[in-house]
């Protein structure tokens, strides 16, 4: 008897900020750029199952160029009052 197994590994990007400015080092524009948290997940039958090799990038709206940056940098762009991807700055 043979059961097929079907399982994959991909990258599963999660918006983190939108519309932040900075300069690019490919188009050297200073333009809005995207946060993204990227991730390796593994997947059984289309269910993630383990995810590894988290990544910030900065994605440039004009030249697309992906920049990985430090989580450091990361909490300094998405500012202090930002602690997780659905907080919200309450003043």
């Not at 590994?9 to 983190?16: C, G, N, Q």
């Not at 991730?39 to 920049?67: H, T």
Request: glycine residues 6%; charged residues 20%.
């Amino acid at each position: 008897m043979f059961i097929p197994i079907i399982f994959g590994v991909s990258d599963k990007r999660h918006p983190l900020a939108h519309g932040v400015r900075h300069r690019c080092r490919v188009c050297a524009m200073e333009t809005p750029h995207h946060l993204v948290e990227v991730r390796r997940q593994l997947a059984l039958f289309f269910i993630p199952v383990w995810r590894w090799n988290k990544r910030l990038i900065l994605v440039c709206n004009v030249c697309g160029n992906a920049e990985p940056i430090s989580p450091e940098e990361a909490q300094v762009i998405r500012g202090p009052a930002r602690q997780g991807p659905h907080a919200t700055n309450s003043v």
